[in-house]
């Protein structure tokens, strides 16, 4: 009867281990090859963890990458870079000659079709990290129907491919964080379920805690399988439009100020302090765990043409590449360009009614076009802007037509 086998690294026998492998002269248990596997994996996360620190990009090389991206908001992207470089700096050195740096989380606050979520894609990409987007709207309090605030965080555990690790130092964009705002007692005669009890159940996750986290769903209950992440490393990007916010400055009596009704003249110079927010209905509280505020402008039409036609993946460009499959060139005219983003200021939503105009423009194109014989190019005037009806300048292959 031949010897039972031993692991040559712990000693134990096969038959008190799962599975043993073994070459012509070793053996190594399954419970080894974990034991290894693990301090393997905790040798990359360090290496990973110290070319994250050595190439951690400065404020002016994270703007500089934000400016490839993002059309205006010179401000607001100063402030993002110097707070993202500032919270990954911290990650590095919580505790640095005795001194605990604690978290700063930011607030996004300017008008919608400004570039909020944008920019907050945007920092996760310059720092190759976990990213996960959640709606504050579809937040509710415990024991309502809604999502709990730990579904903000299951998001970023699936974009980390349930990592938890990774997620500990994703970055989280909470966006319609106005919707979350205090009602007044006359509002509604029913519970608040969906306003001051969401901001007080964020401000543990905000803070830094240890939390359970449901994998799979928008709830936590009794069946439901569950993860414990330490939000302490986690960056939170807050976003909202906070339309009809009432500054402490610029204020006359019965006369609200805000995104909704300042004039742009005065937009210029328009800053939101803590207190107006406190008014607005966020608690202090909430305000205190986002100490920085990137206030972003509304767009000009000026930056709308330059969104259309600059950014790597822009608008024009995609049309461009989709009329070049078919052979055909694909131009704008500079007045019809005014009038897209004219339009586009007109309707109040800012760069994210952009594509809603031009797809407008280009449907009846983009269906008769393609059968056109001998078809090289095609020009948008403005004239086809205000009206699709009408046709753009057509030119065939040795003819013109117009």
Avoid: W
Wanted: hydrophobic share 35%.
């Amino acid at each position: 009867m031949s010897e039972e086998k031993s692991c040559s690294f712990c000693g134990r026998k096969q038959s008190e281990v799962k599975k043993m492998f073994s070459s012509e002269k070793t053996n190594i248990c399954n419970e080894c090859v974990t034991t290894c596997a693990a301090i393997l994996q905790k040798e990359v996360n360090y290496q990973q963890r110290a070319q994250m620190h050595e190439e951690l990009p400065k404020p002016e090389k994270i703007v500089e990458y934000l400016n490839k991206h993002i059309i205006g908001q010179e401000d607001a992207k100063k402030v993002l870079a110097v707070a993202l470089y500032n919270h990954y700096k911290r990650i590095e050195n919580p505790v640095y000659n005795d001194v605990e740096l604690e978290k700063s989380n930011i607030l996004l606050l300017g008008p919608t079709g400004s570039g909020k979520t944008l920019l907050a894609k945007s920092l996760s990409k310059i720092m190759n990290v976990p990213f996960a987007v959640a709606d504050a709207t579809a937040l509710t309090e415990a024991g309502y129907v809604g999502e709990d605030v730990e579904s903000i965080l299951s998001r970023l555990l699936a974009s980390a491919n349930y990592d938890i690790e990774l997620a500990q130092r994703g970055i989280v964009y909470i966006d319609e964080i106005d919707k979350i705002a205090r009602k007044s007692e006359t509002s509604s005669m029913g519970r608040d379920v969906s306003g001051e009890g969401v901001q007080q159940g964020l401000l543990k996750i905000l803070e830094g805690s240890e939390v359970y986290v449901p994998v799979k769903g928008s709830r936590k209950n009794s069946t439901t399988e569950t993860i414990l992440i330490d939000t302490t490393h986690i960056l939170f990007v807050c976003g909202g439009a906070f339309v009809g916010l009432v500054p402490d400055i610029h204020t006359k009596k019965g006369n609200k100020v805000g995104f909704g009704s300042v004039q742009k003249a005065e937009m210029k110079d328009f800053k939101v302090d803590q207190k107006a927010l406190v008014h607005y209905g966020i608690i202090p509280e909430f305000i205190g765990r986002i100490p920085v505020i990137a206030q972003l402008k509304e767009l000009t039409n000026k930056q709308m043409i330059q969104i259309l036609k600059e950014p790597d993946n822009a608008l024009i460009k995609q049309f461009e590449a989709l009329f070049d499959m078919d052979g055909i060139e694909l131009k704008f005219e500079d007045a019809a360009l005014e009038a897209i983003a004219t339009k586009a200021t007109e309707r109040g939503v800012g760069a994210r009614g952009l594509r809603g105009i031009i797809e407008e423009v280009m449907l009846p194109l983009q269906y008769s076009c393609p059968s056109k014989e001998n078809l090289e190019s095609c020009t948008i005037t403005a004239a086809v802007v205000e009206d699709p009806t009408k046709d753009p300048i057509f030119t065939f292959k040795n003819q013109q037509e117009g």
